[in-house]
């Protein structure tokens, strides 16, 4: 594919900042090839310090990391393929605990976003800003999660962000699954694809996605890219998505 690796971590780093900005409380910065922020919900991976480059500047990940510290929420760091030991030493000397890597993956063209969509009895439809505890609530329910979190997070402010199209699928006015898509410049993000446990299996989760990258695509975006979960990859690697990269993570509980 003609989309590298760097093109994904940039994208991502931009659509974290976007996001992030419109979170009530929060706060994001974004240099020396790192982005940090903080959301204030209590989940490792939604406070952090992500990499852009693939090997950034140590003392702007260690200075970042003590400011997320200070806080006292749950954060993570996320590293490239390619970054110093020093980097990795860092989380090491902060007693952070290692995580499964997690896949970069990035889907250029696809000829299966039409009949993935195509589901029995399934009607999928955008939600408008003040909608959003309808997807906070089916995540949840999807991430076998609590539900505040996601409140607190995907809010009627970042629904209303320019470019961001959220989600739910329905039967029968039953909400069997979500998902949120982030369209900025070239390409469009995809996050918090879930399903409840009770409605796996059925094709849900490759629908909802398959309508967000559809939608990404048809105001402009050229590719679509994610960072997929265990359980989600299988589905994204029979969508096409292909992984450009597995990046490490470690987690602070506090």
């Known amino acids: 594919m003609s989309i590298?690796?760097?093109?994904?971590?940039?994208?991502?780093?931009?659509?974290?900042v976007y996001l992030i900005d419109a979170v009530p409380n929060g706060?994001?910065?974004r240099h020396n090839?790192?982005?940090a922020g903080a959301t204030g919900v209590p989940l490792p991976t939604?406070?952090?310090?992500?990499?852009e480059a693939a090997d950034p500047d140590v003392h702007?990940?260690?200075?970042?990391l003590d400011e997320l510290a200070s806080t006292g929420i749950p954060h993570c760091l996320q590293l490239r393929p390619g970054a110093s030991e020093q980097l990795s030493s860092l989380a090491a000397d902060r007693g952070m605990a290692e995580q499964p890597p997690i896949p970069l993956m990035a889907l250029e063209q696809s000829d299966r976003l039409g009949t993935a969509q195509d589901v029995e009895q399934l009607r999928i439809r955008q939600l408008a800003p003040d909608e959003a505890r309808l997807h906070a609530r089916t995540a949840a329910r999807g991430f076998e999660a609590p539900?505040?979190?996601f409140l607190q997070l995907m809010t009627p402010a970042v629904l209303a962000r320019p470019g961001t199209r959220c989600y739910v699928g329905e039967i029968d006015g039953e909400q069997v699954t979500t998902g949120l898509g982030v369209t900025l410049g070239q390409a469009v993000g995809i996050f918090n694809i879930a399903t409840p446990p009770e409605h796996r299996g059925r094709g849900f989760g490759t629908a909802v996605?398959?309508?967000?990258v559809a939608d990404g695509l048809a105001v402009g975006a050229r590719w679509s890219y994610l960072q997929s979960s265990e359980a989600g990859y299988p589905v994204y690697r029979r969508m096409g998505f292909v992984t450009v990269e597995q990046w490490d993570c470690w987690v602070a509980a506090s």
């Open 33 to 35: 090839g790192v982005v």
């Open 27 to 29: 706060w994001s910065r």
């Open 46 to 51: 939604l406070n952090g310090v992500w990499p």
């Open 60 to 64: 702007t990940v260690s200075d970042l």
């Open 4 to 16: 590298d690796a760097d093109q994904v971590a940039s994208a991502l780093a931009s659509v974290w």
């Open 209 to 212: 996605t398959a309508r967000a």
């Open 147 to 149: 539900e505040d979190p």
